[in-house]
């Protein structure tokens, strides 16, 4: 088949999370073909990506041939050389991603499988998931036996915020749950050190994004310091270039790519290919959303999917119909063809 058209929009979202979690200012990307067939994305970067897909990668798409993922594969490649010279990381590279998962969905459509097919052979079935966010009651009630909760650094006062957070968690979870604290690049490398002190009561798994992604030299050196808790990080890094940076230098225990960032599932399954040559477990950022899920289940990832339930009652627009939801604490991808999700229109004028 050959591309016709690629067009990317942002969203007219109605509700936004009230929290330092947003809608990450994701774009939807379509891709449509001479045979009628359609593929849709999902990439980052706003409004700034979407003209990145509007006004260059669609000139360079139209009228290509498409027909498996090797030829994915080769336009992710001339797409990152196309946009080398302002891309790299970032907003190019969140369209480029928009752009790669809806090829992903495009050519599984087209052999009427679902994406998890076409990545490889499906190793897991339901997987694991952890909630992301602060309504704790809520989410052991709904049965999820993992949870990461925010935490923010501002002064002095935060450390003894950060014990009643993680004595709330252990209680209400019990001590068989995963815990984990996203920290969003607040701490520095003295707060982490003496968070892993007072927190080891609670038996931390990780503690997620304590520095920012450039300090990868801090990060290497307190990933030592702070065992048994883990350091994990990622979302912030980009393509499989940028993870053979963080391989090298040694700077995290876990990698979380968020796959509708880092350069779609081409990149993802090349990250993959990386860890598995260093030992490095792989737990995409936002796993429970489709984008992620299908890798998941068809790769080395670990057996353990993010997701954002938000505080229960709390509206939320829904984007893509069809998603899977967590039962029980754990997700698995549906059997329609491509993601198996459809675009809300009406999100879209
Ligand atoms: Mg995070």
């Not at 979202?13 to 330092?20: E, F, Q, R, T």
């Not at 700034?48 to 027909?67: D, M």
């Not at 880092?262 to 490095?280: S, V, W």
Request: with cysteine; aromatic share 10%; charged share 25%.
């Amino acid at each position: 088949m050959k591309i016709t058209s690629v067009k990317a929009v942002y969203p007219s979202y109605k509700n936004v999370a009230p929290s330092w979690r947003t809608h990450f200012w994701q774009i939807i990307v379509k891709v449509e073909t001479d045979i009628g067939l359609e593929g849709y994305g999902y990439g980052g970067g706003g409004r700034a990506s979407v003209e990145v897909v509007n006004k260059h990668f669609s000139e360079i798409l139209c009228k290509k041939e498409i027909n498996d993922t090797r030829d994915i594969a080769a336009i992710w490649d001339q797409l990152y050389q196309e946009c080398l010279p302002y891309g790299r990381k970032g907003i190019a590279i969140m369209a480029l991603s928009g752009i790669d998962l809806a090829l992903w969905d495009l050519v599984a459509k087209s052999e009427k499988s679902p994406v998890y097919k076409l990545i490889g052979t499906r190793s897991k079935q339901g997987v694991r998931t952890y909630a992301t966010g602060t309504d704790i009651e809520w989410y052991a009630d709904s049965g999820f036996t993992a949870h990461k909760f925010p935490h923010r650094w501002n002064d002095k006062s935060d450390y003894q915020k950060a014990i009643n957070s993680a004595e709330k968690a252990r209680s209400t979870l019990g001590e068989k749950a995963l815990i984990m604290i996203d920290t969003y690049m607040s701490w520095n490398q003295d707060v982490t050190l003496e968070m892993a002190k007072i927190l080891s009561p609670y038996n931390i798994h990780w503690f997620e994004d304590v520095l920012t992604p450039d300090d990868l030299v801090g990060q290497a050196n307190i990933r030592t310091k702070v065992k048994p808790t883990l350091i994990a990080g990622g979302e912030h890094e980009f393509t499989h270039y940028g993870f053979m940076e963080l391989a090298r230098s040694a700077a995290l225990d876990i990698w979380q790519p968020d796959i509708t960032w880092c350069g779609g599932i081409t990149a993802g399954l090349r990250i993959i290919e990386i860890a598995k040559t260093f030992g490095i477990p792989v737990i995409p950022h936002r796993g429970g959303e489709v984008w992620g899920l299908h890798l998941i289940v068809s790769s080395d990832c670990q057996d353990l999917a993010e997701v954002l339930p938000g505080t229960k009652g709390a509206p939320k627009d829904e984007l893509w119909a069809g998603e899977p939801q967590a039962e029980n604490g754990y997700i698995e991808p549906n059997d329609r063809p491509g993601f198996g999700v459809t675009i809300n229109e009406s999100l879209l004028s």
